[in-house]
């Protein structure tokens, strides 16, 4: 096959990194067990890189290296803040999406001394 002339070894011949939210949450969570799950199939350390504040996370994949190493574990934020902030990147141009990693209910909840029936 000529078009694999120059190609050294099969991705990923250096170390993937899922960037995700700060240590303690959910996405952290989540991007810890992926990293475990992914190291032996992928024969390559799988790194968790924690982004604290805001959009962080994702404005640091946007600016990587487009090349499948640099990946983002994040919420539902990431999609809502374009609406409340300026933010550097463009979530449909400049992200494709992998797999869902998980989902998590949202619900409404009011202290039970609050009848809001009566």
Known sequence: ???LRGIEREFPHKPVRIVTTAPGGGS???ARLLA???AAPLAQQVIVDNRA???GAV?????AQPDGYTTLLYAN???IAPFLQQVSYDALRDFSPITLAGASPNMLVVHTCRLIWD
């Open 36 to 38: 475990m799950g992914l």
């Open 77 to 79: 934020s990431m999609w």
């Open 1 to 3: 096959m000529r078009w």
């Open 28 to 30: 952290d969570a989540a």
């Open 53 to 55: 504040g805001g959009v």
């Open 59 to 63: 404005e640091t994949v946007a600016r």
